[in-house]
């Protein structure tokens, strides 16, 4: 296991102790970025997840939202924004996020953890971004 793996795995360990139910993804966004990501990019439906870190990239392979030859939904921001609402609150798991972002026509995104944004892209380059806010967490 690579330096870049330990790191990676070690940060979200440590993110999922402290981060809130409610608001959560900043501390585990802040988390990854002291850890020394730059960059965390999701593809969807695989759940293919490719970390940039100062040790080197990594790539997470998550259990895929699908088999087979499927349509891509249409991108439908409304759609999206109400996923990110309710992830934000609280209210679905990371799996039920991942599923109502790819059922808002999401195919991938990608999170700047320097710029702090998240940017949601559609099969036919619709872009949405968002940003988070920073938050402070002790090293």
């Known amino acids: 296991m690579s330096n870049a793996i330990k790191n990676i795995?070690?940060?979200?360990?440590?993110?999922?102790?402290?981060?809130?139910?409610?608001?959560?993804?900043?501390?585990?966004?802040?988390?990854?970025?002291?850890?020394?990501?730059?960059?965390?990019?999701?593809?969807?439906?695989?759940?293919?997840?490719?970390?940039?870190?100062?040790?080197?990239?990594?790539?997470?392979?998550?259990?895929?939202?699908?088999?087979?030859?499927?349509?891509?939904?249409?991108?439908?921001?409304?759609?999206?924004?109400s996923a990110l609402r309710i992830d934000q609150a609280g209210e679905s798991t990371f799996p039920e996020f991942l599923n109502a972002t790819w059922l808002a026509g999401v195919v991938r995104y990608d999170v700047d953890l320097l710029a702090r944004t998240c940017t949601y892209y559609g099969a036919a380059d619709e872009v949405y971004v968002e940003s988070y806010p920073a938050v402070t967490i002790k090293p």
């Open 9 to 81: 795995e070690s940060a979200m360990q440590y993110a999922a102790t402290i981060r809130p139910k409610v608001g959560g993804f900043p501390y585990l966004a802040e988390v990854l970025r002291q850890a020394g990501v730059t960059r965390n990019t999701w593809a969807l439906p695989a759940c293919q997840s490719i970390f940039t870190t100062n040790l080197g990239p990594v790539v997470m392979q998550g259990t895929p939202l699908l088999s087979g030859v499927a349509d891509i939904p249409l991108f439908n921001e409304a759609a999206l924004i």
